[in-house]
């Protein structure tokens, strides 16, 4: 049977409780080290709560009626720290600081051996997630090239060779990944555009090396930044780093679109991958009417055919309230109907 049309997801995170997290301290930085302090529930109750918490975003996910889900992270104090700091030759415990792209300090971790992945860190998690849904399951990893960009290197003294060590940790991860029951696999790699002149030099080169013999569905996800952390009016109208991705092994490429409302034309240059197009705005709070969303999708059709569209959020929905966050999925959704509606 052939897939439907317009199917609709989420780009990873899905906003976790107040019970479970400090939402406080989690708005003020999106950390590079572990962040023990941003749990609300003390270590020994940690996992149960976490579970919980989980379930309470997948049955969202669903009731909303999203056709691919993820377990919402609920796990994770980042989208990347969590399976970063996992790894060996990464010291967390005695972080760098590095100045940032806004001016500011921010602790990362260091490099101080070579990078193995020695343990599974997210498959307990997609087992969890693949036995209380039916629909269809994304996971996400954090990529390569940004796992390289977010560290203090005492080590290799050569990025590139660095970034390989990290896309085989990925790669590891993603086949076990897989066998716990995955039905796609997403590499998030935001900071592509951060560092566009570095990533024309490796960054298509690490990432086929993390997707490398994984046969599901995979997609790479970059973007300009949490709504939260980077506001509306500060985003730029276009990638710096975006045709280079129709070269890697990745089937579809993610991007944000509603924020920034950058130039569609540019999904001509995606040839011919599928396109997980951001149609819901995290800047702003106001919940989308269905029709707006429409609006949006119709507009990615002038470049990508129906069969090639994914409509999603801009961007992980970790720091919206949840009550908006899921009241913009169920706007995501009705949208995406009317439009397969009219495609017939």
């Not at 967390?92 to 001016?103: F, K």
């Not at 490099?111 to 307990?124: C, D, F, L, M, Y």
């Not at 060779?161 to 935001?190: F, R, S, T, W």
């Not at 009016?233 to 045709?243: E, Q």
Request: with cysteine; proline share 7%.
């Amino acid at each position: 049977m052939a897939e439907a049309l317009l199917q609709t997801t989420v780009v990873g995170s899905y906003p976790q409780p107040d019970w479970l997290v400090n939402r406080d301290l989690l708005s003020k930085v999106v950390p590079r080290t572990r962040m023990k302090e941003i749990w609300r529930v003390a270590e020994p109750f940690l996992q149960q709560a976490q579970d919980d918490a989980t379930l309470l975003a997948i049955r969202d996910m669903e009731r909303a009626g999203l056709d691919i889900i993820t377990d919402g992270e609920m796990r994770r104090e980042s989208y990347s720290n969590h399976f970063a700091t996992a790894l060996d030759g990464i010291d967390s415990d005695n972080p760098a600081e590095i100045v940032n792209r806004t001016g500011n300090k921010t602790p990362v971790p260091r490099v101080v051996g070579k990078i193995k992945r020695t343990r599974a860190v997210e498959v307990r998690d997609m087992q969890f997630l693949r036995a209380n849904t039916t629909r269809s399951a994304k996971i996400t990893l954090p990529g390569p090239f940004t796992m390289g960009q977010q560290v203090k290197d005492e080590f290799y003294r050569d990025a590139e060779a660095m970034c390989m060590d990290y896309a085989q940790a990925v790669n590891e991860e993603a086949h076990d990944l897989v066998k716990a029951g995955a039905n796609v696999i997403q590499l998030d790699e935001p900071w592509l555009r951060n560092n566009p002149e570095e990533a024309k030099r490796y960054a298509v080169k690490v990432i086929n090396r993390a997707l490398e013999g994984i046969t599901v569905p995979t997609v790479v996800h970059l973007c300009f930044g949490y709504a939260a952390v980077v506001p509306g009016l500060s985003k730029p109208s276009g990638y710096s780093f975006l045709p280079q991705l129709a070269d890697t092994i990745a089937q579809q490429i993610s991007i944000e679109s509603a924020q920034p409302k950058i130039d569609l034309g540019v999904l001509k240059d995606l040839a011919p991958k599928k396109v997980m197009l951001g149609m819901i705005d995290l800047n702003d709070p106001e919940i989308e009417f269905p029709q707006k969303v429409a609006e949006r999708i119709r507009a990615g059709l002038k470049f990508v055919s129906p069969d090639k569209l994914l409509p999603a959020p801009d961007c992980g929905m970790k720091y919206l309230p949840r009550a908006t966050a899921f009241g913009k999925l169920k706007a995501l959704v009705e949208g995406a109907a009317l439009v397969r509606r009219e495609l017939g």
